[in-house]
T-cell receptor, first 118, second 111 residues
Framework: GAVVSQHPSRVICKSGTSVKIECRSLDFQATTMFWYRQFPKQSLMLMATSNEGSKATYEQGVEKDKFLINHASLTLSTLTVTSAHPEDSSFYIC??????????????FGPGTRLTVL | GQQVMQIPQYQHVQEGEDFTTYCNSSTTLSNIQWYKQRPGGHPVFLIQLVKSGEVKKQKRLTFQFGEAKKNSSLHITATQTTDVGTYFCAGGAGTASKLTFGTGTRLQVTL
């Protein structure tokens, strides 16, 4: 089946530093990847939609200059949390779809990255 | 914007009892998907429903999509401890593949 990986799985950083999270589709090409954030005991909130070769589309309220998304290839998208602060501590999850770009396409989720900002 | 609510927020059952979670969208959906997330894990895709009134079964799990395509339900028959986790519905609108996740129902099953 379709596998999506994320790296790193956990990261602890100091306030003010930047953190890069990678999302890879291992056995399929993903024209679209999604980035979600999940706070403890809450639902997944979509942050942005990442399309290969074009600018990401951010959801309302998500700062695009703070959460930089790059989708340079059909198998890799990166999320960089710039100048991280403790309130950015969360579980960041990516998902990828296989490229049909229709609503019947399934999203495959990565294992998530737990970010802790001290 | 689109909102997707689930009830109950939490349910604790004894093994063998049935469980149902309900999902309601503020807008008409093109499709509804269901995911299960174990504690500390990531969402795992369970099923997708597309047609109005559609019912699908997976062993002890029964999924239903409402006639108006604004609500859905997941019913588990004779729960087992392996069913523990949070169940999320996620709705899609139009032809876009973007999903709005529901608030989730956390299921606890004890012996």
């Amino acid at each position: 089946g379709a596998v999506v990986s994320q790296h790193p799985s956990r990261v602890i950083c100091k306030s003010g530093t930047s953190v890069k999270i990678e999302c890879r589709s291992l056995d399929f090409q993903a024209t679209t990847m999604f980035w979600y954030r999940q706070f403890p005991k809450q639902s997944l909130m979509l942050m942005a939609t990442s399309n290969e070769g074009s600018k990401a589309t951010y959801e309302q309220g998500v700062e695009k200059d703070k959460f930089l998304i790059n989708h340079a290839s059909l198998t890799l998208s990166t999320l960089t949390v710039t100048s991280a602060h403790p309130e950015d501590s969360s579980f960041y999850i990516c998902s990828a779809e296989s490229g049909l770009r229709t609503f019947t396409d399934t999203q495959y989720f990565g294992p998530g990255t737990r970010l802790t900002v001290l | 914007g689109q909102q997707v609510m689930q009830i109950p927020q939490y349910q604790h059952v004894q093994e063998g009892e049935d469980f149902t979670t309900y999902c309601n969208s503020s807008t008409t959906l093109s499709n509804i998907q269901w995911y299960k997330q174990r504690p500390g894990g990531h969402p795992v895709f369970l099923i997708q429903l597309v047609k109005s009134g559609e019912v699908k079964k997976q062993k002890r799990l029964t999924f239903q999509f409402g006639e108006a395509k604004k609500n859905s339900s997941l019913h588990i028959t004779a729960t087992q401890t392996t069913d523990v986790g949070t169940y999320f519905c996620a709705g899609g609108a139009g032809t876009a593949s973007k999903l709005t996740f529901g608030t989730g129902t956390r299921l606890q099953v004890t012996l």
